[in-house]
């Protein structure tokens, strides 16, 4: 492409807040100029898990920081932007509240249109970041601390339907749990992939939630997390009662194998289903390897194209949330006004607040 | 206080749903029992009876989820109280009690400095064993009332 044909293409600031990380990204059109992003996990840890108080006050303190520093990261300034687009939600409310605050301030203040996207959107948004061509319909699994969705985008602005989600706890959660009770820090993730590395991921067979037949009729693309985290529960209960020795490995190995193995299989058999051969995955789990190489194993296997943006993309960011915002305003779209608000329970059909 | 056994998730649903059937905007159900005992089960059967935006996921991760109606009746407030250390925390959280259904999860110690009447609801699960694929070993319910207002719920 090239310059004067880029410089059509809309200027977008993107802010995200919907939970534990402040994020600022600026975009021009499906060019990368900035994605900065700062964390709250740490003041979190000892909370076992994120306070929406917390949170909030910490995105207060770091937005402004943030904000300067993706202007000079994208060498613009803010008159230079053609529109400002924000996380309406699904998310924590407080934490949501300050950056569609200050999304609206800077939007009234430079007179400039706003955008209110859906956060979930957003992360399949990131992929038109990549520099690869991004083709449609295709299925993409997010999963992070708070979601475990499993989507069918035909189009990124008009059309996305929401296949499945989990019914009870999200996938990170039950990482989270289960370290807890295997008494293992916060965040989980990181930990149980830690311990898992030396231990036998066959040791236990721990369920596969709703993947039964009798569930997979009303459930087909749903997850569900509660009766593995149960089930590990009562395992390590009957081990300690009877006064042996947790074998933390193998339970913490049982466990991530169970959770990657109904997470991949399911998005899997969507694109079987639907006859979509494509993949893309996102949110913090992409982090955990056994995720990972299991999606490349079985995709590989069933010729699914999977793809996974870097982590600086998949994990919650303001970069997808303006690259959203700046498909919508190529698309043509009205921004938003000012009426909205933060939405804690957004849906997915909502594209654009 | 009374006591219910509750056969299989779909059940804990119900009971869910005809507490529900049941409620009105200021009304707080405290929930006990240990991880996987039934609470987001029992939550998720209320919130369908109440007809509120779902999905009733469990709220761990984000400590509180507010399910707007999808009629004209009051909103679900579904807040998981584990990792709060205080009940200032709880009163932190800017919760509408007066408007809201408000379902507090690991609620012990915590809703008295908050609020005056609630329904307590202690679900228990065997401790140890194996659960089976389907898990539908029986919960046992206690049901105790604080206040004069649940006097009259009604259980069957």
């Known amino acids: ?353 | 206080m009374t006591e219910l056994t509750i056969p299989t998730p779909e059940e804990m649903g119900e009971l869910g749903a005809l507490i529900a059937g049941q409620l009105r905007a200021g009304d707080v159900i405290a929930l006990n029992g240990e991880l996987g005992a039934g609470k987001t089960t029992f939550t998720r059967g209320l919130g369908e009876a109440l007809g509120v935006r779902g999905p009733v996921t469990s709220p761990t991760f984000v400590l509180a989820r507010t399910h707007p109606s999808l009629g004209d009746g009051p909103p679900l407030v579904h807040v998981d109280a584990y990792r709060l250390s205080h009940p200032a925390e709880l009163d932190d959280l800017d919760i509408d009690f007066a408007a809201s259904v408000v379902v507090v999860e690991w609620a012990a110690g915590m809703l008295d400095a908050v609020v005056d009447e609630w329904l307590d609801i202690t679900i228990r699960r065997p401790v140890g064993g194996v659960e089976s694929e389907e898990g539908v070993e029986p919960r046992l319910v206690t049901v105790e009332p604080h206040g004069e207002r649940w006097h009259e719920i009604r259980l069957v």
């Open chain 1, 1 to 353: 492409m090239t310059r004067e044909h880029r410089a059509h293409e809309p200027l977008v600031l993107g802010i995200e807040t919907s939970c534990d990380e402040t994020g600022v990204g600026i975009v021009r059109g499906t060019t990368l100029l900035a994605n900065v992003i700062a964390s709250s996990m740490d003041e979190h840890a000892r909370y076992g898990g994120v306070v929406p108080e917390i949170a909030a006050r910490a995105h207060l303190e770091a937005l402004t920081p943030t904000l300067t520093t993706a202007l000079e990261q994208a060498d613009v300034t803010l008159a230079d932007l053609d529109a400002v687009a924000v996380t309406s939600g699904p998310g924590l409310s407080g934490a949501l509240m300050v950056g569609v605050g200050a999304a609206k301030a800077l939007a009234v203040s430079l007179d400039k249109p706003l955008y209110a996207v859906n956060h979930l959107v957003g992360h399949v948004g990131a992929d038109v970041l990549t520099g690869e061509d991004v083709e449609h319909p295709t299925v993409a699994l997010l999963v992070s601390g708070g979601h475990t969705s499993l989507l069918l985008v035909r189009d990124l602005v008009n059309d996305v339907e929401m296949l499945g989600e989990t019914i009870d706890d999200a996938a990170g959660e039950a990482f989270d749990k289960v370290a807890r009770l295997l008494g293992l820090p916060y965040p989980g993730g990181p930990e149980i992939d830690r311990a898992a590395a030396s231990g036998d991921p066959t040791a236990i067979r721990f369920p596969r939630g709703l993947s039964l037949p009798k569930d997979m009729e009303k459930h087909r693309y749903d997850f569900s997390f509660s009766g593995l985290k149960t089930a590990v529960a009562r395992w390590v209960e009957q081990r300690r009662d009877a006064g042996e020795e947790v074998p933390v490995a193998d339970v913490a190995a049982s466990f991530r194998e169970a959770v990657a193995d109904v997470l991949i299989t399911k998005a899997v058999a969507a694109c079987r289903d639907l006859g979509v051969p494509r993949l893309l995955l996102g949110g913090g789990v992409v982090a955990n390897a056994r995720v990972r190489a299991l999606a490349e194993e079985r995709c590989a296997a069933a010729g699914i194209a999977l793809r996974i943006p870097p982590f600086s993309l998949c994990t919650d960011n303001g970069a997808m949330i303006a690259a959203l915002g700046a498909q919508l305003v190529a698309a043509g779209r009205p921004p938003s006004g000012l009426g909205f608000g933060a939405d804690s329970t957004l849906p997915v059909t909502s594209i654009q607040a």
